[in-house]
């Protein structure tokens, strides 16, 4: 992925950060598995459900970033970031229905949804997502959820919805919950980047925010790995 040069303040923190993604993120296998229409149906349900469960505590996740926030424009981004969660308020919209929404036209029933059980790795990815937001300081928080989480999400998002219509008949209207990301988290990643810049002013923040993406990405490919497994013992 071509990544266009930025201005910095010059700590190099992260031009280090970007290179890491570059270098230790890994390629989603149900992407493939989608693009390709080798997975079946009940695997990419599968996939949802579980997805699901990340999402009903995103807003949480936000929540305590916001609270740990020294920062006027960071709370301002968090608090436009939870209120788009919130789907602006507009009852349907907001993206735990979206994402059950799309959950459904995969084949849930409702009560899968309210039923489903993590796998261990996806309780692990939300435990992890509540520690490091609730306990990190801002840059470190900021750092693995708006780099380690939201960056990649546009693009791997924006195809998963492509996919899902042209292979498996899927309507725009049911991916909705993947095409509000594609702008929104574009913006949003943009924005973490210049606040995690601002806000890490010495080397020991600087150094945490390393440690923070690393551990976040590390934690993610289990999820992700663990999870494209789950989906296969349903073809
Ligand atoms: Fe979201």
């Known amino acids: 992925m071509a990544e266009t040069a930025k201005p910095t303040s010059g700590n190099g923190l ?66 436009e970031n939870l ?18 929404r799309l959950a459904r036209s995969l084949g849930a029933s409702d009560a899968d949804l309210d039923n489903v059980q993590p796998l261990p790795e996806t309780a692990n990815y939300i435990n992890h997502c509540f520690n490091v937001t609730r306990d990190g300081s801002f840059v470190e928080s900021m750092t693995a959820l708006g780099i380690g989480v939201e960056r990649p999400i546009p693009g791997f998002f924006g195809s998963m919805a492509k996919h899902l219509c042209s292979n498996y008949g899927l309507a725009p209207s049911d991916v909705q919950y993947l095409l509000v990301h594609v702008n929104e988290d574009e913006m949003h990643a943009r924005r973490a980047e210049e606040l ?17 993406l690393r551990e976040m990405l590390v934690v993610k490919r289990q999820f992700a790995e663990a999870l494209y497994r789950h989906c296969l013992d349903a073809n």
């Open 196 to 212: 995690i810049d601002a806000n890490a002013t010495t080397a020991e923040l600087r150094e945490k925010a390393i440690q923070a």
């Open 83 to 100: 209120w788009e969660e919130h789907g602006r308020g507009v009852e349907g919209r907001d993206h735990y229905s979206l994402a059950r």
């Open 14 to 79: 992260l031009d280090e950060l970007l290179l890491i993604i570059r270098e230790e993120s890994f390629r989603d296998p149900m992407l493939d598995a989608v693009r390709s229409g080798s997975i079946s149906r009940a695997g990419i349900c599968r996939w949802m459900l579980q997805a699901s469960l990340v999402v009903r505590d995103f807003t949480r996740f936000i929540s305590a970033i916001h609270a740990n926030c020294p920062d006027q424009n960071g709370r301002q981004l968090l608090a």
